[in-house]
């Protein structure tokens, strides 16, 4: 399985962005995708998932600015980020899990500042 993450870069605070995550090869079944951040200092933590049945988690930190959602005919997972905060700055990592082990795209960096 791979996945390759996209949409990352600078933006200033208020601004929005949106990563996507694209999985391919042998996927089967999807159990959940995910976005995990990891600032520098810091613990990876996870940012936003969703379950195979639409079922959506949030960190307490973004809930309400931050939006996760899944195109399953493209296994495709994507982060809409809006109201950016300079403390949302961190590399972010797209998982997928499928009842089998879990897999990791490569980062993708997203910088907020003025």
């Known amino acids: 399985v791979q996945l390759q993450a996209s949409g990352g870069g600078w933006m200033r605070p208020g601004g929005s962005l949106r990563l996507s995550c694209a999985a391919s090869g042998s996927i089967f079944r999807i159990k959940t995708m995910g976005w995990y951040r990891q600032a520098p200092g810091k613990q990876r933590e996870l940012v936003a998932m969703i379950l195979s049945v639409g079922t959506t988690n949030y960190a307490d930190s973004v809930k309400g600015r931050f939006t996760i959602s899944r195109d399953n005919a493209k296994s495709t997972v994507y982060l809409q980020m809006n109201s950016l905060k300079p403390e949302d700055t961190a590399v972010y990592y797209c998982?997928?899990?499928?009842?089998?082990?879990?897999?990791w795209g490569q980062g993708t960096q997203v910088t907020v500042s003025s």
């Open positions: 998982n997928l899990n499928n009842y089998y082990s879990d897999y």
